[in-house]
């Protein structure tokens, strides 16, 4: 499974694994927190979103259309998210 691409692996997820979804989401993890990090201009803030991020991801998987289009779906989540908690502050 490890060699399998992020598509395949979202796929796969889509289907139930909670194992290709948790492979995708480590290969995913830096980018996005690097990504929530530099909006957010907090560390500790750009951890808990990051989880989170991954968090309304996987429960909201279904959603996904198009699994190649992962990388940007999860981005726009995530910055949806850093909306929603400015607007909360």
Same mark, same amino acid.
């Given at each position: 499974?490890? !060699?399998?691409?992020? !598509?395949? $692996?979202? #796929?796969?997820?889509?289907? @139930? ?6 492979? #995708? /989401?480590?290969?995913?993890? @830096? /980018? ?5 990090? &530099?909006?957010? @201009?907090?560390?500790?803030?750009? &951890?808990?979103?990051?989880?989170? !991020?991954? $968090? +309304?991801?996987? #429960? ?7 699994? &190649?289009?992962? +990388? ?18």
């Amino acid at each position: 499974m490890e !060699t399998m691409s992020d !598509t395949q $692996l979202i #796929v796969l997820s889509q289907e @139930g694994s909670r194992r290709a979804f948790g492979l #995708v /989401a480590q290969r995913q993890q @830096g /980018a996005l927190y690097r990504f929530l990090r &530099r909006l957010l @201009g907090d560390e500790e803030e750009a &951890r808990d979103a990051c989880q989170e !991020t991954l $968090l +309304k991801a996987f #429960v909201n998987l279904s959603r996904l259309r198009e699994p &190649r289009h992962f +990388k940007s779906w999860i981005h726009q989540i995530a910055i949806n998210l850093c909306r929603d908690r400015r607007r909360a502050a």
